[in-house]
Nanobody, 127 residues
Framework: QVQLVESGGGSVRAGGSLTLTCSAS??????????LAWFRQAPGKERQGVAT???????TYGDPAKGRFTIAKTNGENAIYLQMDSLNPEDTAMYYC???????????????????WGQGTQVTVSS
């Protein structure tokens, strides 16, 4: 049974940074073809794709993340990370990790395409 657990959320001032971690269990990421993604959802808004990474480390970014966020995976660790810099209040949301078994990630990350989800970690950015 695949489980994803997010951590690293919190409250920061505008301009600050956070690093989110998504730890996986029930699957060895490096032994599978996969697409892992970060999504976010603010109150009253749809779940939005932030960034994706596949098993050969190809990455994609949603428009709000480009130039500020970095998705990464370290060899030997069953986890992915989201480094978020230059945060602003519009980045306030619940951030979710998601996984789908696939040979590559879609060009645009859509929530309905992902099978496994974590419970989320809250990020709050104050001005």
């Amino acid at each position: 049974q695949v489980q994803l657990v997010e951590s690293g959320g919190g409250s920061v001032r505008a301009g600050g940074s956070l690093t989110l971690t998504c730890s996986a269990s029930g699957i060895v990421i490096e032994l599978n073809s996969y697409c892992l993604a970060w999504f976010r959802q603010a109150p009253g808004k749809e779940r939005q794709g932030v960034a994706t990474i596949d098993d050969i480390r190809r990455t994609t970014y949603g428009d709000p993340a480009k130039g500020r966020f970095t998705i990464a995976k370290t060899n030997g660790e069953n986890a992915i990370y989201l480094q978020m810099d230059s945060l602003n209040p519009e980045d306030t949301a619940m951030y979710y990790c998601a996984l789908r078994r696939a040979t590559r990630c879609p060009a645009v990350a859509v929530a309905a395409d992902f099978t496994y989800w974590g419970q989320g970690t809250q990020v709050t950015v104050s001005s």
